[in-house]
């Protein structure tokens, strides 16, 4: 048996690998690493025994030779490539090349072999969903997908999930990973201003590189005992942690930094972070995929624990004042183009009102933590009293309306189902048959009159739905909240309906933001 996978040398790869060396069947291995990445070198030291097993493809995703060498003779592909934050903000174009455009290729790759086809397994984001707060902090396969302004990581893996949905493939399975722990987390996120994208009040649930790598394992092991049937393959899952792994961007910040006596407390302030424009949910359906695979082992303390006993360095953080560790760690950054007091100093409108809503709101935010309200307190935006513990607990879970029975089986799905949801959008179903199939393709037509071809899964199961930001880098849900009923629910949460901007960006990919002159017109 042969499987070929993709970003093998990123975190979720080098723990997927852990596990599948250990699957016994696996005769051949074939992964597709980018020429200048060294990191390939070290994983080879560590598979040793491995090597004649290995055959190494150096080149691009989206190079479509490199790709049918890849896949040329497997049971399995595994795409775990990606270009992520930061990386994806710093280089948009390596994110559009891997993200998009790779994913599209190697799409196209499998599609064309027509015997023997290998299974696909492909990985998507949390950041799918966009930003979220305790107004909807639960979301579930089939929620809107409204992929945050200048997030081009999420929009590009948007249109790489949608080429896999719309594909012939035919047996695939699309899981959108969760925000994920990993041992490199603190290194990968301390030299760039990304961490302060991270809302002190967004819902985030985690799940550890370690049992990512196991979901992946177990879901070759259990196919290839023949036990996995419809309920797994062509579909959707969301790789969940376990309501245990349930918090907020303040905890995260706050456990990270109790490995040197401190909170987060001690190094932040609350103008440093974002109020919006992020992306992290807690999912409703976590438990879908451990049901079936029992991966979920890992909770964020043993992480940390683990953080701690393996960097010894910093456990002298203890010892050094939390003045010059605020100062040389945290506040350092504060010079790197992707933080907001980088924004604000340079006159970035733009961004600033796509993560604070103006620079008034910025402004305000201050440096008093008395002031601020925070979910971990007790405290919604307003200051009001909110039970957190109870937000946190799935039973109490707020979901949205989807305009139909999402919980009806696949096979009670009717056309009137389908209807129901694309005049939701405040689009159309144009095709006037359905006889069932949801992986059929049918004939849509959105808000702006645009005809377009879907599956009923990928618009009524996955929560796909056409808008600009499928052809361009234009995020456009101000003008389109307003007229759709599925959007709006979530949109609203974190926006004003008298917001009427449209976030895009240029052709270098510099933030352009501009005001519609009336409502629902540019």
Known sequence: MQISVTGITGNMGQATLEELVKIEEIEKYKFLVLPYDRRIKKILRKYKKYRDKFEIIYGSIADKNKCKKLVDGSDYVINLAAVIPPHSDQ????AV????????????????????QPKF?????????????????????GDPLLVSPYDI???????????????????????????????????????????????????????????????????????????????FWNKCFNIGGGSYNCITGFDTLNDGFKIIGGSAKDFFKPYYNATRNFHGVWFYDSKKLDDLFDYQKQDTKEYWEEIAKRH???????????????????????????????WAKHNDEARIIAYFSSFEAYRNLGSDWSKFNLLVENKDENGQYIDYNALRKVENAKLIDYFYDIDKSDKDITIDDLKNVAKAHGGKLLSNDFDGDLYKTLEWENQDGEVF??????????????????????????????????FSQ?????HDKDEDYVYSFDDKFKAQIRKLETEGKE
Not at 200 to 206: D, G, I, K, S, V
Not at 321 to 328: A, D, N, T, V
């Open 153 to 231: 990581y999420s929009a590009t893996k948007l249109r790489g999930e949608f080429a896999v949905l719309e594909s012939t493939i035919e047996k695939w399975a699309v899981l959108r990973q969760t925000a994920m722990l990993h041992k490199n987390m603190l290194s990968d996120n301390m030299s760039d201003g990304l961490m302060f994208h991270t809302c002190f009040n967004a819902p985030l649930e985690w799940a550890t590189a370690h049992d990512s790598g196991v979901l992946i394992a177990n879901i070759i092991r259990k196919d290839l005992k023949e036990d996995l049937n419809e309920s």
């Open 312 to 342: 010894k360095i910093y456990k002298a953080g203890k010892i050094v004042p939390k003045s010059l560790i605020g100062k040389f760690a945290i506040q350092r950054l504060f010079k790197n183009n992707n933080s907001p007091y980088y």
């Open 91 to 94: 280089k948009p174009l390596k």
């Open 121 to 141: 397994i492909h990985t998507s984001t949390v950041a799918l969903y966009g930003n979220r707060n305790y107004k909807h902090p639960w979301a579930r396969i």
């Open 453 to 486: 071809n879907a599956k009923a899964y990928t618009i009524i199961r996955a929560g796909h739905w056409i808008n600009p930001i499928y052809s361009s880098n234009c995020w456009d849900f101000d003008r389109l909240a307003k007229k759709d009923a599925i």
């Open 490 to 494: 979530v949109w609203y949460d974190s």
């Open 97 to 116: 090349e891997c993200n998009e455009v790779g994913v599209k290729t190697l799409v196209e790759t499998i599609e064309e072999i027509k015997t023997n």
